[in-house]
């Protein structure tokens, strides 16, 4: 069976600090990938998605990045985090475009 | 571009009561529709989805949702509510070959004993 890791599970930054949330997919190969913010009490803004190694698609602008470096890796990245960057970061995987998605347990991300 | 509303912030029902959940959509082609829960600090756990056929689907948990093309909805519903149904609900739309699925806001699900 498939399963989705994402860690930390909880991080705490001063604002102007880098990032590294790093997520995992294991029981499937070639999966699309995708990270997703949820700001408190709203729902899910996607951020990127990937369908390969090395492809990756930015839905909003923003001070933050997204790299695959391996098949079933995904990794958010930030070089100085702001305030506004605070929220709960979600990871997904799905087989393929338009069906189900599959969420990891998801980062708290706190920034102060 | 596709969108998703969820008219109830805060729904709460006694446990036994039946629940229906609100979701409309906007899509210009064929939705594909999801209905997702969430419990708090948690990630989503996918209810139930449709693709095509059977306008009327089965989920886990006893979860049941219909598509209504010419009111553009996907309601979902449960005979009876229990305690452990409380957690907030989230209705996305998609699409073949789209990647950007969409989210609604999202129901928080309150259960009185």
């Known amino acids: 069976?498939?399963?989705?890791?994402?860690?930390?599970?909880?991080?705490?930054?001063?604002?102007?600090?880098?990032?590294?949330?790093?997520?995992?997919?294991?029981?499937?190969?070639?999966?699309?990938?995708?990270?997703?913010?949820?700001?408190?009490?709203?729902g899910l803004q996607l951020l990127f998605y990937s369908v390969g190694i090395g492809q990756i698609s930015s839905e909003v602008p923003q001070n933050l990045s997204a790299s695959r470096p391996q098949d079933r890796q995904f990794i958010l990245s930030s070089k100085k985090l702001l305030l506004s960057d605070s929220g709960f970061y979600l990871c997904a995987w799905s087989h393929a475009a338009g069906t189900e998605q599959f969420f990891g347990p998801g980062t708290r991300l706190t920034v102060l | 571009a596709q969108s998703v509303t969820q008219p109830d912030i805060h729904i709460t029902v006694s446990e036994g009561a039946s629940l229906e959940l609100r979701c409309n959509y906007s899509y210009g082609a064929t939705p594909y529709l999801f209905w997702y829960v969430q419990s708090p600090g948690q990630g989503l756990q996918l209810l139930l989805k449709y693709f095509s056929g059977d306008t009327l689907v089965q989920g886990i948990k006893g979860f049941e949702a219909e598509f209504k093309r010419s009111q553009s909805s996907f309601n979902l519903r449960k005979p009876s509510v229990h305690w452990s149904d409380a957690a907030e609900y989230f209705c996305a739309v998609g699409g073949r070959n789209n990647n950007d699925m969409r989210f609604g806001a999202g129901t928080r699900l309150t259960v009185k004993p």
């Not at chain 1, 989705?4 to 880098?18: E, R």
């Not at chain 1, 790093?22 to 709203?42: H, K």
């Open chain 1, 1 to 42: 069976s498939q399963t989705i890791h994402q860690w930390p599970a909880t991080l705490v930054q001063p604002v102007g600090s880098p990032l590294s949330l790093e997520c995992t997919v294991e029981g499937t190969s070639n999966p699309n990938l995708y990270w997703y913010r949820q700001a408190a009490g709203r």
